[in-house]
């Protein structure tokens, strides 16, 4: 007897990339490899050891075969930063001590090393960086599998399927790019993850962290991503299904009609031309940012240098990471962001002596470099020397006053001194700007923009400061409003400095990159606008088909909205009527408006 059809189920998700897709499940259960203890012999060590490695081989040439089959760059390197977590000396030699110091089975001291790197990546609470435990578990069970003598070759999945598993792996994402899968919905794996990063990359719909869908799905049944709302729905009746699928059809045409665009600038019906540039925190966004039309990078955060590491980089680390960024991002200028560490970007090299009860407000940021001046200095004299391959930029991030600022330029005139006195090549007129990120900032910014050459606008510190409301906080995430009308008086002050002082002023927080806030922002004065790079041609295709005069009086009507739910409306109203489609794409959307 046939089994009877199933009724229809919604689930809720966070969108990872976003779009629409609809079509048969395909379940994937592959569930963790388990392994025992063992405790071994003296005389097992060097077997163990010379399986372990062999293991290691194996996933690495595994995934340079994946990486063989991908045409695009961008995704080669997503592969490629799988393979440096697996040659990281600190897991092979945490690996290989298990083994031989505790007397552990290969397999055993796979599963404590990675669990243990793992464990500490879960406390981090930049999410970027909480979920590459994800990248770590995946490749601890890739080398499991390895141990095991199980090839984990990557599957093929039915054309137009959409993929239900419990999580998945780059060479999986592959796999579904080349079966032209219609829909990815994972149950673990954040927004960053890699998974979420390459289905973002390969443009497929997926919608991560739904806990037992996979038990809650059959293969072959009807499915629904909407990776906009971050929805997915098993068994849609016919309406719906036809609904959606209407929905598939006009999201790929958008798509398609903005990125044919990507390369032209981002310039108004009346002329004003609002630069795009890229947020970058890892060397491979920095292709996605070229093929997605950024003119340049607007915020490089080299905080990424000093996780997971046992000595802060070195000068020299600095000056080959900057002079290879500007390699990649030449003709356009690259923002570095000096280290940008502590409360939501932990890190374990530099100690505060005691647990910060309120580490937001502790030592934290530019803080944290004044106090770690050694460490600070070199990173200085590391870009000041890069800057002679480009144009260069260095940027103190979460500046408080002027007193602060003060102590971070003079740091900045000792490096160029000393570089000078020996005889070292580097750039002495590099551009220095701050990030606006505390309220006290935002209110001297007259004082603070005679003393730098830019200012750039750090609006998820800046809402988190302005508001008080911790920007980890699920809690009183409904409180994070970016047209709160404080904080766009704070917009209003450093848009207006900037133009007194003859300052650029850029937007580098997650505000910049929703459609929904474009005009306020241009209405408000920004002229330039740091984004992840996919963000950038939604939103140049927004702004070539927006004249600032319009933007400006969006801007002023808004002015005297007093409540931030107010100002959500009235924006949300006026820029749906113009860009439906547009808003569709930005953050906004997720929070199911
Ligand atoms: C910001 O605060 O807006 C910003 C861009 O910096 P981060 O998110 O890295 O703190
Ligand atoms: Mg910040």
């Given at each position: 007897m046939p089994a009877a059809k199933r009724g229809r189920e919604k689930w809720r998700g966070i969108?990872?990339?976003p779009g629409v897709g609809v079509g048969l499940a395909y379940v994937v259960d592959r569930g963790r490899v388990h392994v025992s203890r063992r405790d071994i012999d003296k005389s097992e060590i060097d077997g163990e050891i010379a399986r372990f490695r062999a293991a290691l081989k194996a996933c690495l040439e595994e995934l340079e075969g994946v990486k063989a089959r991908l045409s695009h760059g961008e995704h080669r390197q997503i592969l490629k930063a799988q393979q440096l977590m697996l040659r990281d000396p600190d897991l092979t030699q945490d690996v290989e001590t298990r083994i031989r110091?505790?007397?552990?089975?290969a397999e055993w001291a796979v599963a404590e090393a990675t669990d243990a790197i793992a464990a500490t990546l879960d406390k981090v609470t930049d999410p970027y960086f909480r979920d590459r435990q994800y990248d770590v578990t995946f490749l601890g069970d890739r080398i499991l599998r390895a141990l095991q003598g199980d090839s984990a070759a990557a599957m093929a999945f039915p054309k137009g399927s959409i993929v239900v598993a419990s999580d998945l792996s780059p060479g999986d994402v592959a796999a579904l790019h080349s079966s032209g899968v219609a829909g990815i919905v994972a149950e673990i794996g954040g927004r960053t993850s890699h998974a979420s990063i390459m289905a973002r990359a390969f443009e497929i719909p997926a919608v991560v962290g739904i806990e037992g869908i996979i038990d809650g799905v059959r293969t072959g049944e009807t499915m629904v991503v909407d990776a906009v709302h971050g929805l997915v729905i098993s068994n849609p009746d016919e309406q719906e299904e036809s609904s959606f699928r209407g929905e598939v059809q006009r999201y790929r045409e958008f798509e398609a009609r903005v990125q044919k665009e990507h390369g032209l600038l981002a310039t108004t019906t009346d002329g004003t031309h609002v630069v795009l540039r890229a947020n970058v925190a890892l060397h491979e966004d920095l292709e996605s940012a070229g093929y997605h039309g950024a003119?340049?990078?607007?915020?490089?955060?080299?905080?990424y240098l000093y996780m997971n590491r046992t000595q802060p980089p070195t000068e020299e680390e600095h000056y080959l990471l900057a002079k290879q960024v500007l390699a990649r991002c030449a003709p356009y200028p690259a923002v570095f962001r000096t280290f940008d560490l502590?409360?939501?970007?932990?890190?374990?090299?530099?100690?505060?002596?005691h647990a910060e009860a309120n580490p937001a407000m502790g030592l934290r940021s530019l803080r944290l470099a004044l106090r770690e001046s050694d460490h600070f200095a070199a990173q200085l004299r590391g870009l000041l020397r890069a800057g002679v391959h480009g144009p260069l930029r260095i940027m103190f991030p979460l500046v408080s006053g002027l007193a602060e600022l003060q102590i971070a330029l003079s740091m900045v005139e000792v490096a160029k001194r000393e570089l000078s006195e020996g005889r070292i090549a580097h750039a002495a007129d590099v551009p220095v700007g701050i990030m606006i990120e505390v309220p006290s900032a935002a209110l001297m910014v007259d004082q603070l923009a005679q003393h730098v050459d830019f200012l750039s606008i750090g609006t998820n510190d800046l809402i988190q400061y302005t508001l008080a409301i911790d920007r980890e906080n699920d809690e009183v995430n409904y409180l994070y409003q970016p047209l709160h009308p404080a904080l766009l008086k704070l917009l209003g002050l450093v848009c207006d400095a900037g133009k007194r002082h003859g300052v650029a002023v850029s937007v580098c927080g997650?505000?910049?990159?929703d459609p929904l806030f474009t005009w306020v922002l241009m209405g408000l004065g920004v002229r330039e606008l740091s984004v992840h790079p996919a963000a950038i041609p939604v939103l140049k295709n927004l702004i070539r088909a927006s004249a600032l005069g319009d933007a400006i009086a969006l801007t002023k009507r808004l002015a005297s909205v007093a409540t931030a739910p107010e100002a959500e409306a009235f924006v949300l109203a006026e820029m749906n009527q113009r860009f439906p489609e547009h808003l569709l794409h930005g953050a906004a959307a997720a929070r199911g408006q």
């Open positions: 969108a990872a990339s110091d505790a007397g552990h089975n003119e340049g990078v607007g915020l490089y955060r080299t905080e502590g409360s939501d970007k932990p890190c374990t090299l530099f100690e505060h002596g997650e505000m910049a990159a």
